[in-house]
């Protein structure tokens, strides 16, 4: 009995015993730089293209708020699933997030961002709500009347003879104001969003 | 607190108990919980015990949006806990309901206004490392001046 405590005593006060029980073997494990992690911004200048927002599968995620500094996007921890779209979409580069600005630069792949504006010319009764609020309309004819006719045809929406017609739909930016602000739910955007490879240069 | 008390405490936050509940969640995040367990990030060498046992835990990882079968249940399975204890949040879906946080669904997050959460981890999923990182910094809380507060 002494003899077999001498024993255990001589055991569990060796200073390796001692010191593996309160010190962890390893410590945790380091994120890799591959990681995927929330993105972050680089620093360039955000345009206000809203395609981060476009692109976020997660509810609340992203946002685009003004700062003095300009527009600048912020990312919701807690929402943010780190899926990287945000990344991929964004035309300027604002955001970072792991290796993937480098993948498509090497890859030379692009999300890239289509709309069509589908208007259903049985609901649709010509009041030109949607061509008033639109905010491209705006700047290509700031003097638009109410009802939503103008004597340019450059716009992107016009009402002619009692309807909305969708005249130049590459102008649009898909910001769905018109869809907001159709009474009748009779104009709808729809965002295209496709990967592409290889685009080719805008000349 | 006495001497012998502290030690108490030193003693037991180096031996963590963990039970982990799925109150409706995708999987992906129970996943990286048994991840932890694999020999890559071994969360039994810093003393972490998984044994999925409310009554013997003293760290309850939540995982998932808080589905409505869920009701009462995991007030019930909390309250089962003996003291101390803590409640530690995995991925974004206890924390804001993720994905699933849409009109017209059923899930009610957060969690934490169902029973008291200690911790978040945010991700969807959260790493492992995370995970551990997390349980790892509650550890040293759950039983600061446990004796006193007894």
């Known amino acids: ?25 390893t410590a945790p494990l380091e994120i890799p730089p591959y990681f995927r992690n929330y993105p972050e911004l680089t620093g360039k200048t955000c345009t206000h293209h809203l395609f981060c927002m476009m692109a976020c599968p997660a509810p609340g995620a992203i946002d ?16 943010c699933i780190r899926c990287g779209l945000c990344v991929e ?41 949607c061509a008033v609020a639109c905010p491209v309309n705006k700047l290509i004819d700031a003097q638009m009347s109410h009802g939503g006719r103008a004597s340019t045809d450059d716009l992107l929406l016009k009402v002619r003879e009692g309807k909305c ?39 | 607190m006495t001497l012998l008390q502290s030690l108490k405490n030193l003693v037991r936050s180096k031996s963590i108990h963990v039970a982990y509940v799925d109150v409706g969640s995708c999987n992906g995040c129970d996943i990286e919980v048994l991840a932890c367990l694999a020999p890559r990030y071994d969360i039994e060498q810093y003393g972490i015990f998984v044994h999925n046992n409310p009554r013997e835990a003293d760290v309850l990882l939540v995982i998932g949006a808080y589905t409505p079968g869920w009701e009462e249940k995991l007030e019930g399975l909390w309250e089962k806990i003996p003291d101390p204890k803590v409640a530690i949040a995995i991925g974004n ?48 809380t759950v039983f600061k001046d446990y004796e006193v507060r007894k």
């Open chain 1, 64 to 79: 685009v708020i003004r700062t003095p500094e300009g527009w600048m996007p912020r990312i919701h921890i807690g929402h």
């Open chain 2, 93 to 140: 879906c206890p924390i804001s309901g993720c994905l699933f946080a849409r009109p017209h669904t059923l899930v009610d997050p957060p969690v934490a206004k169902h029973i008291p959460i200690a911790a978040q981890v945010p991700g969807c999923p959260p790493r492992p490392t995370e995970i551990l990182s997390a349980i790892l910094s509650v550890a040293p």
């Open chain 1, 165 to 203: 017609q969708v005249l130049h739909v590459e102008k649009c930016t898909g910001c769905k104001t018109c869809e907001h602000h159709c009474p009748n739910e009779a104009i709808r955007v729809a965002r295209l969003l496709e990967a592409v490879h290889a685009p080719e240069e805008d000349p």
């Open chain 1, 1 to 25: 009995m002494p003899l077999s405590l001498v024993y255990y005593a001589k055991e569990f006060f060796r200073g390796e015993w001692a010191r593996k029980f309160l010190a962890a073997k």
């Open chain 1, 89 to 129: 979409a964004c035309p300027n580069g604002v955001l970072s997030s792991g290796r993937i600005l480098e993948s498509i630069f090497y890859d030379n792949t692009r999300l890239s961002f289509s709309f069509r504006i589908d208007v259903d010319q049985t609901k649709c009764m010509g009041c030109g709500n």
